[in-house]
């Protein structure tokens, strides 16, 4: 497992940008996949967006064409990049790390809260 610290949260307009950050303490390279989630009040943890070894991306139906997952693995950071933000985005954002497609994600940061006002 490997240690996981987002960062880039904060208070935006409705149709603004963010971009949230994170940081591992090993490298993101070794991992299977990293992948965005969010938690909004009273709801289940939903999943937001997957970037494989490969380069492969994938994202929830609520968020494409608005948002973009990418990496850099030189400097361990994924990072998510949010545009055109509506309410209903609000949520705390969760980085997590999975070390084998048939293993369930096993390393979670700890949020980072994304506020859009309408």
């Known amino acids: 497992q490997v240690q996981l610290v987002e960062s880039g949260g904060g208070l935006v307009p409705a149709g603004g940008s963010l971009t949230l950050s994170c940081a591992a303490s090993g490298s993101i390279s070794s991992l299977n996949a990293m992948a965005w989630y969010r938690q909004a009040p009273g709801k289940q943890r939903e999943f937001v967006a997957i970037?494989?070894?490969?380069?492969?991306?994938n994202y929830a139906d609520s968020v494409k064409g608005r948002f973009t997952v990418s990496r850099d693995n030189a400097k361990n950071t994924l990072f998510l990049l949010m545009n055109s933000l509506k309410p209903e985005d609000t949520a705390v954002y969760y980085c997590a790390g999975r070390s084998a497609v048939t293993i369930s994600y096993d390393s979670w940061g700890q949020g980072t809260q994304v506020t859009v006002s309408s």
């Open positions: 970037i494989t070894r490969s380069g492969y991306t």
